[in-house]
Structure formats: structure tokens, C-alpha cells
């Protein structure tokens, strides 16, 4: 099998491929391959690693339907269309698990961030501004005992409930769609609806997928339905969340606070409102940006291009029903 993979990947990856016997070339610009030019690149291949959020859909994947396997380098695959990659037999692979821990500790950093306002105090040091005391004055708020409400409480949401109970003693409570047995049992976790989800939570952290049904779900309405001191965190998909909403009720200070790892779009533009409020934090998406995960996480998508060039299931399918 020969394959084509959008991004410079880890050495981890990349030493499965040549010990399997896969040829692979890379895309070596600091750029994403435009559609149009990753479509006519896939025709010289059989298989494809896609690293970020190259444009997997319609119609990329009806004039590339020769493809044996597109192995996902993330755990999520929003960017890709599901429902036609199976109609045409081609199947999908992610890398889950590996990169709960990474994402949860980049969650607890940005709770940390926010309550203390950290990124705004470290700018007045860079602008000179580190004066006179004022006891009065950038008051953070703690986090000890206060509640933590998970949306979307999967691998990712479990650690970093996890965190938050061991570290603060936080309440855990969260919105699924079904129990999550293992939290309740082991942080004494309770599921509830969305809206006490927002009424009841001082940290609201965002752990879910992008779908039809998550998109936008943080809006203005739910966002006024929060406590003033609350804090919001979103590791998950920038699109989950209404970007101009989120800037109006910290402008407004309906909530205290947000920690955002994802934006909508990205990358964010530097004159966004938001990287300039005291009580915000923003990372460039950064939630699996450690050695250890995205080794794992390249070390999975070449598993999955394994299986695929020697006719097995991938390990970690998002479309089994491909496989008959």
C-alpha cells in the first residue's frame, strides 16, 4: 500500500509505515493542502492519514472512492463525512484514549488560567505595568468545594473530573445522554438536564463531539441561564459554542470568566475581543500537544493504515459496519 499523509507526523508513526512495508509521503508545507489539490494528490495513492482538519467530505470522498482507508490522526472526525465514507465502503479510523489525559490536564490549566486571571497579569508584566499594590484590585476567585459540570462526560470529561475532585473537592455533576456508570460510581458524579447543568455549575467544562445537535448549543440563551461567578471551558470543538455570544455576556459579566482551547474559526485572529478580557484565557488548541500523546496518537493512525494494507479491521473504526 502507498499513502499520502497531510502533515509531518511524529517518528512513532512513521517507523510502523516503513516496518510494515508502507509507502508514504508527507506534506511538508506549512500550510493545509487545499481540497482541490488533495484530491488530485489522493489519486497516486491507496490509503490517507489526515492531520487536522482537512475538508473529508462530499465531494472529496466520491473522487477518491478508490481509497482503501483514511486513518484520522485525532480522536474526533467531525471533518469527515461518516454517512458517505461508509455508503462507499471506505473505512475511517481515529486514535481515541490516547489523548484524555493531555486534553484533561490543557482543561485544568485553563480553569487555573481563568480563575486567576494568569494570562491577563502576565501581559501587564510584559507591558510594564507591574505597579503599585492594590489589595482591591484583579481578585481572582478559588475553586475549592465549588461545583463542576461536564458536558459530554466521556474519557476526556471522566479526567478531568477527576482532577477537579481530587485537587478542589468539586462537586461533579454532567449532561450525557446516558449514565456514565464509572464517574457516579468512583466521584459520585450526577447526571442532570442541560439547563440545571447551567444553573447549577461554577465551572462548566465542554467535553463532547461536534454534531448537528452540539453545534452552537452555548449561545446566548445559555449562557444567561448561568451563575455570574461561573466559568466557562471548552476543549472540545470551537463551533460548540457561539463565539459573539460568549464576548456579549463577558462584556456584560453574566458569567465571570472562559477558558477557550478551540475557537471558531481557527486560527483566532489577534485582534479578537476576547484575548484582551482580564478574566479569559485562550490556547491555540494546543489539548494533545505533548510528546507522549501525539507519539500515541501517530502510532495509532499508522496501526490503523497496518490493518488496512494487510485487508483487517483497523483497530479503532469509527464506521465498522464497512467491514460487514
Known sequence: MKIFITRLIPEAGIKILKNAGIEFDQWSERRDVPQDDLIKICQRYEGLISVGQDNID??????????????????????????????LKIPIGNTPGVLSSATADTAFLLMLAVSRKAFF????????EWGFYEPTENLGIELHNKTLGIFGLGKIGFEMAKRCAKAFGMK??????SNNILAEKELNAKRVS???????????????????ET??????????????????????RGAIHNETDLIKVLDEKMIWGAGL??????PMRADNKLLQMPNVAVLPHIGSATEETRNAMATLAAENIDAASKGK?????VNPEVFG
Not at 481509497?67 to 455508503?87: F, W
Not at 453545534?215 to 472540545?236: E, H, L, P, Q
Open 215 to 236: 453545534k452552537g448549543v452555548f449561545n446566548i440563551d445559555a449562557f444567561s441561564k448561568m451563575k455570574r461567578n461561573a466559568i466557562f471551558i471548552n476543549t472540545a
Open 58 to 87: 462530499k465531494k472529496f470522498l466520491n473522487a477518491c472512492k478508490h481509497l482503501k482507508v483514511i486513518a484520522q490522526m485525532a480522536v474526533g472526525y467531525d471533518n469527515i463525512d461518516i454517512p458517505e465514507a461508509t455508503k
Open 172 to 177: 461533579i455533576i454532567y449532561h450525557n445522554r
Open 194 to 212: 442541560f439547563d440545571e447543568l447551567l444553573l447549577q455549575s461554577d465551572v462548566l467544562s465542554v467535553h463532547t463531539a461536534l454534531t448537528a
Open 313 to 317: 479491521r483497523l483497530l479503532h473504526a
Open 261 to 266: 482551547d478551540v475557537t471558531n474559526p481557527e
Open 121 to 128: 497579569m502576565h501581559q501587564k508584566i510584559i507591558n510594564n
